[in-house]
């Protein structure tokens, strides 16, 4: 493809409309408007449709954007490596926020020591979350939790985390298998709630309703509360205002670890790999493929 044609495409998206659009790329709205239908024409699909005023993408237009991004990120990285020889640009980060909170910040410290000309931008969410935005093209790359689908994705290890059931104080632990239980947790995708609710399967125990939190803080501040029962990882506890306030429980060994691994689609930029030789795991064999 013309990266021409894809940074016009491109600048139409993100101005909402040709006329700001031959603004910005100091054309006339007319040449721009040729450009597009005739990339269209070439292409074989519509990559706008009009709705009233509005310039609107089409499903093929929305999936032609985030290759156009990815494309055009990557020439220009080029450009400047083969001009500088030094790492620079953006790196766009997903990441759970136990990761975030706990695990990375002296990861992307020494990452800045290094390679102080990349900037990265960095959003949390859960691993379906993260996934569903490495397709989409909004973010590079993303540290997520086992176990997702690999068969499309490019990953290296990053680290372990130790599991912990976390109780109200005096609370009876799942293997009483007495009562109904409330359980606090993310929305739907994280893999921490999966497991927790695996568990009370394979344990006959059963559970009312699932209180969804948007924090690890919240999460503690109702288990204390004695609202109901999480998992978290432990490092999250060393670290939580309310952690004296709940009781630890071990989980079964075959639940107790999880592996956070980083991933990523297609060709790793440079800033990304940079990224990668800094992870303490990403060299170890000990990590489940």
Known sequence: MDLDDLDIFRCVVREGGVTRAATRLHRVPSNVTTRIKQFEARLGVALFRR?????????????????????????????????????????????????????????LSAFHAQFPDVTIELQTGTSRAMLRQLERFEIEAAFVSEPFDHSSLSSVPAFDEELVLITGRNAPGIGTGTGRRTLV??????SYRQRLIAWLAEDGASYDRVLEMSSYHAIVACVAAGTGIAIVPAAVLDNAVMSTAIERHPLPSHLRINWTRLVWKGEASAALRALTMLLPDAAGTSAPA
């Open 185 to 190: 947790a993310f929305p739907h995708g994280c």
């Open 51 to 107: 709705e009233g005023r509005s310039l609107n993408l089409t499903e093929a237009g929305r999936i032609l954007l985030g290759h156009a991004e990815t494309l055009l990120r990557m020439a220009d990285l080029a450009e400047q490596e083969l001009r500088s020889g030094v790492v620079r640009g953006v790196l766009r980060l997903g990441s759970l926020e136990s990761a975030a909170g706990a695990r990375l910040p002296p990861i």
